[in-house]
């Protein structure tokens, strides 16, 4: 039976448990309607107090026939409607293979089209079902996987099923998070590109579905999976790690079963460090310390697992004591300079220039050693001010 001959006689045979005869049985017919129409089912239909779809209704029945034509279903055992067209396309993927017999569920777009059938639509009904289930994926916060189908400068295209979507670049993790030094924007996007065709584990965290707007967050997913492993681990715990990232306001140190926290660049060390990829590189083994657990964000600590060298600091060093320290940069309000190892001091523009014309670049250059005054020592704040001897 075809979606064309449906028309001048329909052919209903009650479902069975065996799919492999349905076809057979489809063309025996057992009981036959001549000349069958909408109109002559609806009416039978109303005679055996059968529920009546209506349009813009989702409607239950099964597959009675496949062509090119589209598929025809069978609802009730008294009506007849076909799918066809673009109305096949099923955004929830679950028709995408069907045989004979299988139970199907369309939107009815029309009581009677100009076959006598019911016209139906898989991609309504698909379409309800595809964004009731990210409805249910948002609320219940599942993990699922998600295909980069694209990439632009704001973030990624995704597919959630066969839904489209998109995943920022705010919500990727650090391990797919695009680096570029100086953000240039062409080379963030090449970066995201190579991103396209892999799978992603993501949350849903955003569904529109009057506008079609769909987000993810791989951040979350991978937060969301942190916190259920973080709870073997308290703050003060000491780690064995490695370093994943280095990034301008730290390290990030992946750390036990795929745990991952960041060593903020002010724990990096007692003494200041203008960039961490002057003392860690990507691979490098660390060692820290828990500082704190917020979430699944983990920081972590470097400097902790060593003793502060500024309770010591003033017994080393005394105001009014006369010091070399060696010169690591320069800025408009003053030089920093390294009396040791572990204590930094700050000598002041205004305890340099002594003449204000003067560019204090002639007075002193980095790398250089020079002769200094300690004028104030702080141990708890981590200050020491220096002028020149």
């Known amino acids: 039976m075809t979606a064309d001959s449906v028309s001048e006689d329909i052919t209903i045979q009650p479902q069975t448990a065996e799919k492999e005869e349905q076809t057979q049985k489809n063309h025996n017919a057992i009981i036959t309607y001549p000349h069958a129409s909408t109109d002559m089912g609806i009416a039978l239909a109303k005679k055996q107090s059968i529920m009546l779809p209506k349009v813009g209704e989702l ?10 034509n589209g598929i025809v279903v069978n609802i009730e055992g008294k009506l007849t409607g076909l799918v066809r067209g673009k109305e096949l396309d099923d955004e929830s993927g679950q028709y995408s293979k069907l045989s004979i ?13 100009e076959q006598g059938m019911l016209e139906l639509s898989f991609r309504q009904a698909g379409h309800r079902k595809a964004w009731d289930l990210l409805s249910e994926l948002q609320e219940s916060g599942e993990i699922v996987e998600a295909k980069i189908i694209d990439a632009n400068k704001g973030g990624l295209m995704v597919k959630v099923g066969n839904v489209e979507g998109f995943l920022p670049v705010s919500q990727l993790t650090v391990e797919h998070y695009p680096r570029v030094e100086g953000g240039d924007k062409n080379r963030i996007l090449d970066r995201l590109r190579t991103h396209i065709n892999q799978m992603f584990k993501v949350k849903v965290i955003t569904v529109r579905e009057r506008e079609e707007k769909l987000i993810v967050s791989e951040k979350a997913a991978w937060e969301k999976q942190q916190t259920a492993q973080l709870s073997k681990y308290n703050v003060g715990d000491e780690v064995s790690g490695r370093a994943t990232g280095v990034v301008d306001f730290g390290v990030f140190v992946e750390f036990g079963d795929g745990l991952e926290g960041l060593v903020h660049i002010s724990e990096l060390a007692w003494q200041r460090i203008d960039n961490p990829s002057d ?3 990507v691979g490098d083994e660390i060692k820290a310390k828990i500082i704190s657990v917020d979430g699944g964000r983990v920081s972590l600590s470097v400097k902790k697992l060593v003793d502060d060298p500024w309770k010591k600091a003033s017994e080393k060093y005394k105001v009014g004591d006369k010091v070399q320290g060696k010169v ?43 002769d200094f005054k300690i004028l104030s020592i702080e141990p708890a704040a981590h200050r020491l001010g220096l002028g020149i001897a």
């Not at 409607?59 to 090119?68: A, E, F, N, P, Y």
């Not at 800025?331 to 204090?360: C, T, W």
Request: charge should be negative; proline fraction near 3%.
């Open 59 to 68: 409607t239950r029945g099964v597959v009675l026939d496949i062509s090119k």
């Open 279 to 281: 003392v860690v590189k």
């Open 328 to 370: 690591l940069k320069i800025n408009p309000y003053g030089a920093f300079v390294e009396l040791d190892r572990d204590i930094h001091g700050l000598a002041h523009v205004s305890e340099l220039n002594e003449k204000e014309e003067q560019d204090m670049s002639k007075l002193l250059k980095v790398g250089e050693m020079h």
């Open 101 to 113: 017999g299988d139970p199907v569920e369309a939107t009815v777009l029309e009581m009677e089209n």
